[in-house]
């Protein structure tokens, strides 16, 4: 079983800054992917930004040039920096992670998520 346990939610007025991280544990033979994603009240969850294992990111359109992804291999995590945030950001935001284990056996998993606010 593989855990993915985010840090770094929190309060923030607009215009400011937050970090998040995730860190993945468990059995695995590779991640393949790791991502963040978010909801907010009302709404469905979305895509915010996602790393491959290659390094090869996924933005969504709204967080382009604001945010970042990055990822620390040797200790299998996954961070978001979240700069210039505004009050649309605020969302609960998942870590995902998509992990190999075997040959023919890929796992999606999703973190407890952590809450991220922005004032006005």
Request: charged fraction near 15%; charge should be positive.
């Amino acid at each position: 079983q593989v855990q993915l346990v985010e840090s770094g939610g929190g309060l923030v007025q607009a215009g400011g800054s937050l970090s998040l991280s995730c860190a993945a544990s468990g059995i695995f033979f590779r991640i393949n992917a790791m991502g963040w994603y978010r909801q907010a009240p009302g709404n469905q969850r979305e895509l915010v930004a996602r790393i491959t294992s290659g390094g090869s990111t996924t933005y969504a359109d709204s967080v382009k040039g604001r945010f970042t992804i990055s990822r620390d291999n040797a200790r299998n995590t996954v961070s978001l920096q979240m700069n210039s945030l505004a009050p649309e950001d605020t969302a609960v935001y998942f870590c995902h992670a998509r992990v190999q284990r075997g040959l023919n056996n890929e796992y999606s998993y999703w973190g407890q998520g952590t809450q991220v606010t922005v004032s006005s």
